[in-house]
């Protein structure tokens, strides 16, 4: 064979070789993912509070009780018709971008489980206080920003 046709035989091999390989290394790149996307943002320091108002006016034992398992602690808090509780207070400091935590309510007309969320997005909803509300009512507990009811099992 001739040395000039295996000199470019060798470089043709070579550079195939090469441009699968860079092929290869980039496409590794589109498996990480981000954790959440969100289309609004929030201010590093914003502190956003999620609260449940105990609603139950003109009813005869108006009285109820909750338990969020945010932590260790599960402290069972008794409120009365008017009351407000800071349920979750969630700081955005840059890393940390949402939390969740869960919570358990009884009252005389059952008990209701419901999720707590924090993002930008009910942040936003949420805007410009940064205080987001559960409603204790009759027939359920009402989140507010997004209106949905969890009704009494």
């Known amino acids: 064979m001739n040395p000039k046709t295996l000199v470019i035989n060798f470089v043709i091999l070579l550079l195939v070789q090469i441009s699968n390989l860079s092929l290869e290394v980039n496409s590794l790149s589109a498996y990480h993912k981000k954790d959440y996307r969100s289309e609004f943002k929030v201010r590093p320091n914003t502190v956003v509070r999620m609260v449940i108002t105990n609603d139950l006016f003109g009813v005869k034992n108006g009285n109820a009780g909750f338990v969020c398992a945010k932590?260790?602690?599960?402290?069972?808090?008794?409120?009365?018709?008017?009351?407000r509780y800071v349920v979750v207070e969630f700081k955005y400091d840059g890393k940390m971008r949402?939390?969740?935590?869960?919570?358990?309510l009884r009252s005389n007309f059952g008990?209701?489980?419901f999720p707590v969320s924090v993002h930008p997005d009910t942040s936003a909803q949420c805007y410009p206080s940064y205080v987001c509300g559960y409603s204790v009512r009759?027939?359920?507990?009402?989140?507010?920003?997004?209106?949905?009811?969890?009704r009494w099992k």
């Open 71 to 83: 932590g260790g602690n599960k402290v069972w808090k008794r409120s009365k018709p008017g009351d």
């Open 98 to 104: 949402h939390t969740f935590t869960h919570c358990h």
């Open 111 to 113: 008990f209701v489980n």
């Open 138 to 150: 009759k027939d359920g507990v009402f989140y507010k920003p997004e209106k949905k009811l969890y």
